[in-house]
């Protein structure tokens, strides 16, 4: 009698144990943790740029040479009238500080999500970490030609000390 008792029970437990919903319900629960929080990824702002992508857009290569300060202070206008009321130089406000942006980032990066910035958003890992932690604010589209871009980028370096 009693045999009979701990097999049904041994049975009963193996059917939960087995049953295609708890299987299921096991792999959602992997899943999820597999799953990475947005929040957590933290962004490495310490290795070399030239290590890191390119982004996504028309920008393959960048070569960078001297300042250039005629493009920089193009780029200062543009920045001053587009972007500074998102982007403080040394303090991270509605988007991240730039300061030092062109330290942390590849110049194709750069000019990339200045250009082609919704792409860069959906499909780019480091811009959607940004993008969550800068609470799903998504950076508008500036419409810029690639040469404004590149002036922007040199107003960029020039923050650089
Ligand atoms: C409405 C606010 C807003 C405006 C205007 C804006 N940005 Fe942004 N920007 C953001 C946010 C927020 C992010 C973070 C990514 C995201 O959420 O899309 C970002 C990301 C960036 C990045 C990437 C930073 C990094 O560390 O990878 C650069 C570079 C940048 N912006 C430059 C500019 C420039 C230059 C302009 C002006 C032409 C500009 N942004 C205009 C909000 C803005």
Redesign the pocket.
Known sequence: MKRIFFLALFTTVLIVLLHPSSVSARQFYFAGNIVADPSMVS?D?SSNPQDKDKGIGPIKSVELGPLNSKMGNE?KV??T???????DIDQNK???A?KN?TK??TPE??MN??LN?VQ??KENA??KA???????????D?A?NQA??RS??E??RSLVK
């Open positions: 962004i702002e780029g543009i920045y009238n587009q972007c500074i009321i998102c982007h509605l988007g991240p730039l942006v942390t980032r990066y750069i999500i200045l910035p860069m958003q480091t811009v940004l993008l969550a932690k800068y609470n799903n604010l998504p950076m508008p500036p810029l404004k871009a922007v980028l107003y960029l």
